[in-house]
Structure formats: C-alpha cells, structure tokens
C-alpha cells in the first residue's frame, strides 16, 4: 500500500464548477500537509500548505484536513481554465521544505471554456 | 524571483551511455533534491544534497549518483543510461529552518534512454 494515495484522474469539469480533489494516506505522523500544481511541461510549484488539522482559506481555494479519517482536501470554487493543470498532494513529518516529503501521483484537472 | 534551472528540458541517450543532468539555484537554499516523475508513481526521491559535499540516499537511488561541489549547483549522474531509466527528472531546492520553507522545482528534464 502506497503511503499517500491520490485518483489519477483526468478530472474534467465545466468552467464555473466546484472542484473537489482529494487524498488519503497512513502515515499517522504527517503533519505538515502541502499543494502543488503543475502545469503542462513545468516543474511542481507550491499552492497551499497547512498544518495539523482544520482548513486554510487563500482566495478560491480552500486546503482542508482531516487527520482522524486520514484525509486531506483542496476545493477550487469558481474554477477557470487556467485552473487546468495537475495538483499533487504533499505530506511530510518534519516539514515543508524537507527530504521526508511524500508525494501522491497527482490529479489531473480540465476546466472547460 | 526565485529560480531553478535545469540544463536540458529534452534529452536522448543511448542504453549505457553516461549521462549528467545539472541543476542551478539561485536562492542561496541548502538543500537540494533529484526527483523523477512517471504517471501513476508521482514524484520519487533519488537523492538530497543539505550541504555542500553532502549527500544522502532518497527512495530509488539505484543506478544513480549525484555531486554537489558548489552550493548552488547539484548534478545528477545517471553511470550507465538503461531503458527504464526514461522518465521526467525534477530538481528542487529549499531552505533549512523555517518548517514553512517549501520546496521550489526546476522546469524538469524529460530523458529518453534509447
């Protein structure tokens, strides 16, 4: 069983729509809980990143945690075309910039026009 | 703006070649990282760099070795190119300290291995 799991995907949802993208995993001591979004022929680049449980709110998006069910959230409201790109989770113990961070597979995500 | 370089974003070997894939920051960061990503897998850690000269083995190390003689730069060597070594590589540098610190990635090097 993979440490972080996260759905492949293609997610392809109408402009406008609510994106809901999700990841579980088993690692009990993660803490430190991340977002990155890669656009097509980029490297990952950091979204949202929280701590703990609870939700963090930046703009459309919003990073939600829930460490009882082992399970964390980011939703996209108002979702754009630019929005379409691959959004991978991260998870580490020790923190956000360093070497026991723990990646999902990524989601991929079309917004239509 | 911050900055991760990558020498190459294509690059074609034939089996047993040797290859070197480098990787430039410009952020002053301590740690750097080698990642490849294939579909279905995500991101798996090759091996991190936390100073300079050091280095320490990540999830699939094999078949690879890395040097970081300068802060800045850390170059990935692959000793004898094989075919299932074809995938996307990415490097990331951040920095020790804050637990806020994240990670920022190059543009990637897509390697073919023939």
């Known amino acids: 069983q993979k440490e972080v799991e996260q759905d492949p995907g293609p997610l392809s949802v109408p402009e406008g729509a609510i994106v809901s993208l999700n990841c579980t995993y088993s690692?009990?001591?993660?803490?430190?809980f991340m977002w990155y979004r890669q656009y097509s022929r980029k490297g990952p680049e950091l979204l949202m990143y929280t701590y703990s449980s609870g939700n963090k709110e930046d703009g459309r998006f919003t990073a939600q945690v829930d460490k009882s069910s082992k399970y964390i959230s980011l939703f996209i409201r108002d979702s754009q075309p630019s929005d379409s790109a691959t959004y991978l989770c991260?998870?580490?113990?020790?923190?956000?910039?360093?070497?026991?961070?723990?990646f999902g597979a990524g989601t991929r995500l079309f917004v239509k026009a | 703006d911050v900055k991760v370089t990558q020498s190459s974003r294509y690059l074609v070997k034939r089996t047993g070649e040797k290859v070197f894939l480098e990787c430039v920051q410009d952020?002053?960061?301590?740690?750097m990282f080698w990642y490849r990503q294939d579909p279905g897998l995500g991101l798996r850690l090759i091996y991190f760099?936390?100073?300079?000269?050091?280095?320490e083995k990540g999830d699939i190390p094999e078949g690879y070795s890395v040097s970081r003689e300068k802060k800045e730069r850390f170059s990935l060597i692959l000793e004898s190119a094989s075919t299932n070594q074809t995938s996307m590589y990415l490097c990331a540098s951040s920095s020790q300290g804050s637990r806020w610190d994240t990670q920022y990635f190059g543009p990637g090097t897509r390697l073919t291995v023939l």
């Open positions: 690692n009990s001591a993660f803490q430190y």
């Open positions: 760099s936390y100073d300079v000269k050091m280095k």
């Open positions: 991260a998870m580490s113990p020790l923190g956000a910039g360093g070497f026991k961070t723990i």
């Open positions: 952020m002053d960061h301590e740690n």
